[in-house]
T-cell receptor, first 107, second 113 residues
Framework: KNEVEQSPQNLTAQEGEFITINCSYS?????LHWLQQHPGGGIVSLFM???GKKKHGRLIATINIQEKHSSLHITASHPRDSAVYICAVRVGNQFYFGTGTSLTVIP | EAGVAQSPRYKIIEKRQSVAFWCNPISGHATLYWYQQILGQGPKLLIQ????????DSQLPKDRFSAERLKGVDSTLKIQPAKLEDSAVYLCASSLAGQGVAFFGQGTRLTVV
């Protein structure tokens, strides 16, 4: 069993739709990261969370430490949001990664 | 500030050949990670350095993979000899010791044919 589970694995949405990607983890964590990976590109860190909620533009990330669950929301999705979104948790100085959610936003 | 630099960006080799990847972390970052990301999967940690010492190399296939960070700054990852299943993106990341934000390089996409 993976320490970090993401759902869904693949997601196709129409431009403008509200998108939610979920992440559940089974270990005690210091922090949780949401990462974005574009095809052929490197990884960009979107958020680092240890509690509550963070917002950056159209992106919102929430975490519930008691339930060991986090969500990444994208409001008014756009084709340029098409990417793989990866949830990663930090345990001490080590990271555990989910397998990613591949998002395609259709114009 | 300059990010994590990796080279080359792409490499194609035949199986049984050798290959080396280079990573220059962000200045001052003591912790350096090498990850292997196979298509469709999340990154898998290969090795973690703290300065020039190895913290975790439990998932590094030591019969063919090696990594070093001799001066505690840049690092090289070598595969010798390569197998077809080594085709993947090799990501380098760095972070300040004890802090959670890791910065990733663009990765090296290796194709073994």
């Amino acid at each position: 069993k993976n320490e970090v589970e993401q759902s869904p694995q693949n997601l196709t949405a129409q431009e403008g739709e509200f998108i939610t990607i979920n992440c559940s983890y089974s270990v005690g964590i210091s922090a949780l990261h949401w990462l974005q990976q574009h095809p052929g590109g490197g990884i960009v860190s979107l958020f680092m969370l240890s509690s509550g909620k963070k917002k950056h533009g159209r992106l919102i990330a929430t975490i519930n430490i008691q339930e060991k669950h986090s969500s990444l929301h994208i409001t008014a999705s756009h084709p340029r949001d098409s990417a793989v979104y990866i949830c990663a948790v930090r345990v001490g100085n080590q990271f555990y990664f989910g397998t990613g959610t591949s998002l395609t936003v259709i114009p | 500030e300059a990010g994590v630099a990796q080279s080359p960006r792409y490499k194609i080799i035949e199986k049984r050949q050798s290959v080396a990847f280079w990573c220059n972390p962000i200045s001052g970052h003591a912790t350096l990670y090498w990850y292997q990301q196979i298509l469709g999967q999340g990154p898998k940690l290969l090795i973690q350095f703290q300065n020039n010492g190895v913290v975790d190399d439990s998932q590094l296939p030591k019969d063919r993979f090696s990594a070093e960070r001799l001066k505690g700054v840049d690092s090289t990852l070598k595969i010798q000899p390569a197998k077809l299943e080594d085709s993947a993106v090799y990501l380098c990341a760095s972070s300040l010791a004890g802090q959670g934000v890791a910065f990733f390089g663009q990765g090296t996409r290796l194709t073994v044919v």
